[in-house]
């Protein structure tokens, strides 16, 4: 069974940097051909697609957020980083990673962070 944990601050300032990290178990984020994923959803609105890194390290980005958005990887903790820069109240959601043998299509979720960006 895949478990997924993000981590990462609850709260951000303004024009920071958000960073989270998830932390998979249970299968490997190199085994072939699964796509690791990050989700948002802000209050009141839906499901958002971030982007991805594969199980060969390519990334994948939402054309909306590709300037401000970086995925990478730890192979030997078996994680997965989303950095977002410049971020602003707009960039308050919950956070999901998520696994999946198609790009937005996903089989095994995290729980999901709460992130809040306020001054």
């Known amino acids: 069974q895949v478990q997924l944990q993000e981590s990462g601050p609850g709260l951000v300032k303004p024009s920071q940097t958000l960073s989270l990290t998830c932390t998979v178990s249970?299968?490997?984020?190199?085994?072939?051909?699964?796509?690791w994923s990050w989700i948002r959803q802000p209050p009141g609105k839906g499901l958002e697609w971030m982007g991805a890194i594969a199980y060969s390290g390519s990334t994948y980005y939402s054309p909306s957020l590709k300037s401000r958005t970086s995925i990478s990887r730890d192979t030997s903790k078996n994680q997965f980083t989303l950095q977002l820069s410049s971020v602003t109240p707009e960039d308050t959601a919950v956070y999901y990673c998520?696994?999946?043998?198609?790009?937005?299509?996903?089989?095994?979720w995290g729980q999901g962070t709460q992130v809040t960006v306020s001054s």
């Open positions: 998520a696994r999946g043998h198609v790009l937005g299509s996903n089989d095994y």
């Open positions: 249970g299968g490997s984020i190199t085994t072939n051909y699964y796509f």
